[in-house]
């Protein structure tokens, strides 16, 4: 399996990433593990992510599931459709 951070849509994200944590406010907000799926639910069982790749508008963000974004900000994915983040556990 590839490793998570060499893939080429991780290796973008980061690029654009906003570490600063400032994340753009609406009035309807959602937590991003609403956001998951039941198969993004047991990636993450699998791979531990401590963070999750989320685009709130032309923003992008690692964010844990328990963050608040808005409701229209999108996870992202690898063209398997699977979810990027950074593993908790180095080399993950």
């Given at each position: 399996?590839?490793?998570?951070?060499?893939?080429?849509?991780?290796?973008?994200?980061?690029?654009?990433?906003?570490?600063?944590?400032?994340?753009?406010?609406?009035?309807?907000?959602?937590?991003?593990?609403?956001?998951?799926?039941?198969?993004?639910?047991?990636?993450?069982?699998?791979?531990?992510f401590g963070?999750?790749?989320?685009?709130?508008?032309?923003?992008?963000?690692?964010?844990?599931?328990?963050?608040?974004?808005?409701?229209?900000?999108?996870?992202?994915?690898d063209e398997?459709?699977?979810?990027?983040?950074?593993?908790?556990?180095?080399?993950?």
């Amino acid at each position: 399996m590839e490793k998570i951070m060499q893939k080429p849509e991780m290796k973008a994200f980061i690029k654009i990433a906003n570490l600063s944590m400032a994340i753009p406010t609406t009035k309807k907000m959602v937590t991003v593990q609403t956001l998951l799926t039941k198969e993004d639910d047991a990636r993450l069982k699998e791979y531990i992510f401590g963070t999750i790749a989320v685009k709130v508008g032309e923003e992008a963000f690692f964010l844990s599931p328990k963050h608040n974004v808005p409701d229209t900000a999108m996870l992202q994915r690898d063209e398997q459709g699977q979810i990027l983040g950074i593993p908790a556990i180095a080399g993950g």
